[in-house]
Every structure is written in C-alpha cells, then in structure tokens.
C-alpha cells in the first residue's frame, strides 16, 4: 500500500513533464514567437523592429532549447525553454501581457472560486445522490419512469440556458438577487446563491441518471435480497447497504474533481462576474494572453493529478477489498 | 442563368463520406446476425424510431446545407462577350438555395416574430411632410397586407390553417407509401398492412414513425405557410432571419458532432488495440500518452489548441481562397482538437475490452495456430469491439453539439462568421438586458438545440440497450 502511493506520488511528475512539454510544443513549436508577435500586433504594417521590441518584452528573444551564444551551464537555462516552460514547475508563471505576476493573481482569485465551486459541488452531490435513491425506492413504478424521463430532458438542455434562463428569471423577473458580482465576506452570498442553486440544478440530470443505474445494479444484488429476507425494511436496506456500496463507484469521479474545484467554472464565473479563476481564463482567451493560458493548463493538470491521488487512497479507505498491489 | 461551379469543402466530404460509410456498414451488417438482431431491437422500439424519424429530418437539412457551390457573377455591361467569366466569392449551398427567399429577406434591424413593423421607433416622414416616431413596416415581413392593423392576425390564422390542411395531405401521401412499402415487404394486402401498423404490429415501429411525422408536419406545415411572407422566428440585430439562422446552424451542429469523433477513431480504435494485445512497453507509451492528454482539463487544452490554430490560420490568408473555405478550415480543426481530448476514454475502453478478449481460448488458440498477430487483431478482436466503438460513437454525439455552443460562447469555438448554435446564442445573450427583451433568437436556438440533443440522447439509450451484451 505504501509502496503504491510512492509509485504514484513518483508518476505524477513525469505526467507532468509529459504535459509541460506539450504545452511547450503547442505555444512555441507550432507558432514561432514571431508569429504570435505579428498576430498580437496586427497581421499588416509591422515592422521588424516593433516585433522585436514585443520579444524582447516578454522575454521571448530566446533560442527555444540550445543556446549556443553562452557558457556553461546557461546554455540550456537561458532559453525559452527553460524560462518560460521549466520555471512552471516551481509555480513560477512569469507575467501576464498586463504586466501582473501570474502567481499572484491565481493565489488571489482561488478564494472566489472555490467559494462558488465547494457549495455547487457539495450541494450537488447531496441532491443528486438524494433523488438517485429516491428514483430507486420507486423503482419499476410511473414515478420511476417518469423522473427518468425527466432527467434525460434535463441533461439534453444546453447549460448556456440554465444559466441565461436562471439569471433572467431569479434576477430579472422576481428581483431576488443581484444578476451578477462579487462582494467581501458575507456580502458574497447574495451574488453565491444563484450560481450555486444553478450549477445544481444544471447538474441534476446526468449525475441522478448515473447513479440510479449504480444504486440500482447494487439493488439487485445477492446480499441486498439477503438483507431483505432478514426483515429489514426497503429504506433500511437503501440506506445500510445500497448507497454504502453504491459510493465506491461514484467516488471514482467524483473525488477527482475535488481538487480541480480551485479552477471553477468557467462558464458560472463569467456569467455572473466572480473574479475567480474561471473568469480569468476566459478573458486571458479573449485577450489572447498566452502567458496565462499556458499557466492555467499547467495548474490544472497539476490539480487533476492530484486528484488522482487522492481517488487511489479514498479507495482504500471505503473498500477494503481494495488492497493496491 | 448564370452558371456554377461546385465547391468541395473539407467537412462536406468528410460528412458524404461518412454517410457513404454508414451506408456500406449498413450492407455488411445485413449478413451478419447478430448486427441484424440488434438493428431490429433498435427498430422495434418505439422511443428508438422516434428519434431516428427526428435525427434524419436533422440529417436531410444538414446534408443539404453541405452541398456547396459558386454562383458565376454576371457580366459587367460593357464586358465583351468572350470575356473570362469571373466566379463570385461567396460560397452558397444547397440549403441556401432552397431557403432563397428566407436568406434574401433582410430587414433592417430587430423584428418580433411573425410582426409587420420593426422592433423599435424610428421617426419618419409621413405623407403630409409632418414628422412622427413610430415602428416602421417591414420590408418584407407582412409586406402583402395592405391594411396590417384589421388583417394581419387573420392573414396569420388562415395560412396557419393553410398550412395544417398542407401538412394533413403529406402526412396522408407518406403514411400510404409507407403502408405499402410494409404491405409489399410482409407480402399481406393494403388493408391488413394498414391495421398491422395501426396496432403496432407492422414489424418495425412503424406507428411511431407515422406518429411522429404526423407531429413533425403539423408544426412543419404552418411554418412553412407563414415562412412565406413573414420571419416565423422573428430577425436578429442586422436583420437576418432567424428560422433561416437556425437551419444553417444544424449542418454545423451535425459537423462537429460526428466528424470529431470520426477523425480519432482510427487513432483511438488502433492505439487501443494495440495497448491490449501487445502489452509491455508499447501499453506503458500508450498510457502514458492518453494519461497526459487525460490529464489536462479538456476546456483548457481546446483553448490552448484553439488559440495556436487560429494563430496558424491568421498568418497564412493565402492558403484559403474564400472566406467559408477558411471558416471550414477552422471548423475542421476544432472536430481535430475536440477529436485530441476525447478520444482517450475510448482508447482506454478498448484496451480494458481488449486485455480480457486476448485470454480467450479462441484468441489463444489462434495464436497456438501460429495465425499472425495483424490477422488476428483485425478478424479475432476488431469484430468483437465494434459494438463498443458504436455506443461511443452515438454517446459522443449529444455531449459534442452541447460542447459547441459553450465553446462558441466562450470564444474557442467555431469562425465568429459561421452559424452555430453557439454563435446564435452569443450575439443574443446581450439581447436580453435590452427593454422591451429580444427572446426570439435564443429560443429558437434552445429549442432546436434541444429536439436535436433530446432525440441524440434518446437514440444513443436504445443504441446502447441493443448492442451492449451487458444491458
């Protein structure tokens, strides 16, 4: 078991070499800085010099991996390659085209984030497990029927709509909540509660679906008909053996995004305009600012890594069957 | 009439060549059994007919929004007769010329749906020289009324009525075809095919397609009765039509959704295999490889992909002559990239699939036989796999016309100048904070984008429950 977690622990930084070189591959291989430059700057009527004042600028006036003009050891760390991709490693993101340190900027808007993403998520879970198991103790009956349907409508519903249709709704219509925004502190609530209860929602179909498939393939099983037999009622028998047993399988995508929770969700954040990580990859996109779109995959590998993890031990502890050899 | 010239476009091949596939995998699993079995489960269910009988009119109009073509321009006045003949530069489909007078009727600005004046006051002129603010007509919606005020919800209501008695005819000329289709196959009389399909008995869940087209011609034929004089859904913000907008943004919806994972498949389906069969360190690269790509979150890898390409597609205008040609290049690339993230959860599929089928005896026997090992992937494991590769297939699809919309929306999605559902909903989402509100071309969008997904979603269910052993 030990020894298994070390042997992952050891995985994971060459996944993230193999993700580093990539993103090296796809910002500096298959677009020269030169002609980024020309793009940022307007395709026509740049000249040489303007271009290299851009490079220069953000650093990009480099050899990519070989640096024949210096000595020693610098050879390989005065590159691009080095400066721009290796430094990441050590969470040393460089600047965005706005002149801020990246680092900085992502330690800040973690908070936000996660402020929208921890309650969707924990809600999410709740409410979706909770109708899973309900859909399972009607099962076979028009209730049954009926909520799959329902849920399959759900999920074919675009979450463009949920949210354009929530925010015109809740914000628009009835006046309840601000349409979008941030505040400090408590105040953050107000502008929380619409995204949280939309993100839920929107969520609902797929996920309740899913598991009432687990739970109910758990259902059939042996040992709950035994459990039955013993005189434990229908909920009991839900609740002692069918969701204990039918989590093992959630948990496999559902404890990997915990930590991927950090980088929100794009959509929601730029909706209702919360400074968090989601909305600052969408506008890095927009401004095209490669710097911290580089910088946002790289972050988000690394949580999507350790998620991974952290999915490998809660094995452990929920299924003892689980040994990790 | 001037002449044209055909254009091939990359996605229009890749899309008739994918119906030309299906076709040809259609008549090989005819002699197979048990492909003949599990199309039949499909076809006798009710909710599985439903969704085809929708996914193919998606399909029709799709199909015919890919044939595309150049119009001539006409000669100038003065320009001598023998003079070279000059192509114009915008490129034209099928769907456009069919939908001519949707696409030409452009208003000014926003017009409600089925309305005759604009959506705002504009001052004009009247007939004394007095000047007045009020909602001009429309150019074209309602045109024909000549008292707008007293006639125009009676000209609505009767070519409504119009158009259900249109619509009662072909549902009743395609119900007797396809009634005597069924009669011929079954070998019975009109009159028993007739009450062998009324009770559902017909083989195929005929009813349900009857049902289903009658449905479907219902909400057709008074669209297409109103269509002819007013904008059914209303006009956008320069004005286009919007019923017009919707249709040409299926062909992209249909696009995207079956050419991504069409692209990877051979990739996804060879690797998989591979990593099964082989074993050792052809299985470490290749999950090593899907680990990585797995690995960064598929938003952001499009969007770092998306943001390369669009890089290489700006510094080389000249590699596209057209505008739509260039539009295609990046609609083709983002299937590729969409292709690159996904592709991975199949690969890993099919290695699981595969590291259990190769212990088989038959395999085993097959390799004690001393049968080659390309022989054996391609007639011993392939086959066996083929039902998985399908349900992925029609699993993707929904997932993948939902993801283009947010894409769009988002920026890393399709050209700003092709229509999508994605790009229909981002022009109109500022539309709604305007009062009065501009609804029309959001919903239409949701809507369309929903029946699509809706019937995607149902067919992929039945798909699965037929061809997965396990269900």
Same mark, same amino acid.
């Given at each position: 078991m030990f020894a298994y977690i070390v042997r992952r622990l050891l995985y994971a930084p060459l996944i993230l070499i193999g993700v580093n070189l990539l993103t090296f591959a796809l910002f500096f291989v298959v677009n020269t800085p030169e002609d980024m430059a020309r793009m940022q700057l307007?395709? #026509?009527?740049?000249?040489p010099e303007a271009i290299e004042r851009w490079k220069v600028e953000r650093g990009y006036? #480099?050899? &990519? &991996? &070989?640096?024949?003009?210096?000595q020693g050891l610098a050879k390989l760390t005065d590159t691009i390659f080095f400066e721009k991709s290796l430094r990441m490693f050590v969470f040393d993101f460089g600047r965005a085209d706005d002149g801020r340190d990246i680092a900085t900027e992502i330690r800040t808007r973690m908070g936000p984030s996660l402020a929208v993403a921890l309650p969707t998520f924990v809600l999410g879970l709740l409410v979706t497990v909770s109708l899973a198991l309900l859909l399972v103790f009607f099962r076979g009956t028009y209730l049954d029927f009926q909520g799959v349907v329902l849920c399959v409508a759900m999920m074919s519903i675009s979450s463009l709509f949920y949210i354009i249709g929530g925010q015109w709704l809740v914000?628009?219509?009835?006046?309840?909540?601000?349409?979008s925004g941030y505040g400090e502190g408590v105040d953050a609530t107000r502008f929380l509660v619409l995204p949280v209860i939309i993100g839920v929602v929107a969520g609902i179909g797929g996920s309740a679906r899913w598991y009432r498939t687990i739970f109910l393939e758990e259902a059939g099983k042996d040992y709950v008909r035994t459990a039955r037999a013993k005189g434990l009622s229908e909920l009991q028998a839900l609740f002692r053996h069918v969701l204990k047993n039918g989590m093992i399988p959630i948990l496999t995508g559902v404890v990997v995004v915990i930590p991927s &929770?950090?980088?929100?969700s794009l959509l929601t954040e730029s909706f209702f305009g919360i400074p968090g990580l989601g909305s600052y990859t969408i506008d890095a996109i927009n401004a095209q600012d490669f710097p911290v779109v580089r910088a946002m995959v790289f972050i988000g590998s690394v949580f999507y890594i350790v998620g991974l993890i952290f999915t490998d031990l809660s094995y452990t502890l929920v299924d003892p069957r689980v040994k990790l050899e | 009439m001037m002449g044209v010239q055909a254009v091939f476009l990359w996605t229009d091949l890749l899309l008739f060549g994918l119906v030309g596939c299906v076709a040809l995998a259609a008549l090989a699993a005819r002699r197979s059994e048990p492909m003949r079995a599990a199309w039949r489960r499909v076809g006798e269910s009710t909710v599985g007919m439903v969704s085809v009988s929708i996914l193919a009119l998606f399909l029709v109009v799709g199909l015919l929004d890919s044939v595309h073509y150049r119009e001539y321009l006409a000669p100038g006045?003065?320009?001598?007769?023998?003079a070279q003949r000059v192509l114009g530069t915008e490129v034209r489909s099928g769907l456009d010329a069919l939908a001519a007078p949707l696409r030409t009727r452009v208003e000014k600005t926003y017009s409600a749906p089925?309305?005759?004046?604009?959506f705002a006051k504009q001052t004009q002129e009247a007939a004394d020289g007095t000047q007045q603010r009020d909602f001009p007509r429309l150019k074209?919606?309602?045109?024909?009324?000549?008292?707008p005020e007293d006639d125009h919800a009676g000209d609505v209501l009767g070519r409504i009525g119009l158009g259900l008695a249109l619509a009662a005819c072909a549902w009743g000329v395609f119900a007797g075809c396809l009634v005597q289709g069924v009669a011929w196959s079954r070998g019975v009389p009109v009159g028993a095919a007739w009450r062998a399909v009324w009770r559902g008995k017909?083989?195929?869940?005929w009813r349900a397609v009857l049902a289903t087209l009658g449905v479907l011609c219902l909400i057709l034929g008074p669209v297409l009765a109103l269509a002819t004089e007013y904008h059914v859904f209303g006009t956008d913000k320069v004005g286009q039509d919007v019923l017009f907008l919707t249709l040409k943004s299926i062909r992209t919806a249909l696009v995207i959704s079956t050419l991504t994972t069409l692209v990877t498949l051979p990739l996804a389906v060879a690797l998989g295999i591979m990593a099964g069969y082989l074993g050792g360190w052809v299985d470490d690269v290749i999950q090593y490889l899907y680990t990585v790509l797995n690995s960064i979150p598929g938003v952001l890898l499009i969007a770092a992909a998306v943001l390369m390409m669009q890089v290489v597609i700006d510094t080389h205008?000249?590699?596209?002559?057209t505008s739509a040609e260039r539009a295609d290049a990046r609609l083709l690339a983002l299937c590729v990239i969409l292709g690159m993230t996904s592709w991975t959860g199949l690969c890993r599929l099919l290695r699981g699939e595969t590291l259990k089928l190769r212990e088989l005896e038959y395999v085993q026997a097959a390799r004690a036989f001393g049968v080659s090992t390309a022989r054996i992937l391609s007639r011993h494991i392939l086959p066996n796999l083929m039902h998985l590769v399908l349900i992925a297939l029609v699993m993707d699809f929904s997932g993948l016309v939902l993801a283009e919309a947010v894409l769009s929306y988002v920026g890393?999605?399709?050209?700003?100048?092709t229509v999508s559902f994605g790009t229909m909903i981002n022009a109109a989402?500022?539309?709604?904070?305007?009062e009065p509100m501009v609804w029309w071309s959001l919903i239409a969008a949701f809507i369309f984008m929903f029946v699509l997904v809706l019937a995607a979603n149902l067919f992929a269910d039945v798909v699965r429950d037929a061809f997965d052993p396990r269900a």
């Open positions: 307007g395709a #026509k009527r740049v000249t006036d #480099k050899p &990519l &991996l &070989l640096n024949a003009g210096e914000s628009k219509v009835w006046h309840l909540v601000p349409i &929770l950090f980088m929100g | 006045a003065g320009a001598a007769p023998d089925l309305s005759y004046r604009l074209f919606g309602g045109a024909h009324l000549q008292y017909g083989g195929l869940a205008p000249h590699w596209f002559e890393i999605g399709v050209d700003p100048n989402r500022m539309e709604l904070a305007r």
